[in-house]
């Protein structure tokens, strides 16, 4: 099996804490931090890491507000991370494609 996909794969997405927060953000067009950490049973800090490298990255935007007088943290994709995404998902189909020739 050839490795250079492997070598391919995006890390910042690829890491085992950001796959699952960029897949939720892929199928959704906002959630809220808390939503977020709830959904993937992730501590503040963990979660607050993994963001603040996916939005260093330019594929995660955070918007910082107030509901009800409480502060509020919405995520969405950035079309950067949208793109990152499907090329990540795309890369991963052509692994498995090749897999399954072997």
Do not use: W
């Not at 070598?7 to 690829?14: A, E, K, T």
């Not at 935007?61 to 990540?88: H, I």
């Amino acid at each position: 099996m050839n490795p250079e996909p492997f070598l391919q794969l995006d890390r910042v997405i690829h890491e085992k804490g950001r796959l699952p927060i960029v897949s939720l953000l892929a199928a959704s067009p906002e959630l809220s931090f808390t939503e977020i950490r709830d959904t993937l049973k992730m501590t503040d800090g963990n979660l607050s890491v993994h963001l603040r490298t996916l939005q260093e990255a330019g594929y995660v935007a955070l918007t910082k507000s107030f509901r009800e007088r409480k502060p509020l943290t919405t995520c969405a994709l950035t079309v950067a991370g949208k793109k990152a995404f499907e090329n990540y998902i795309g890369l991963l189909e052509r692994i498995v494609a090749e897999a399954r020739k072997s």
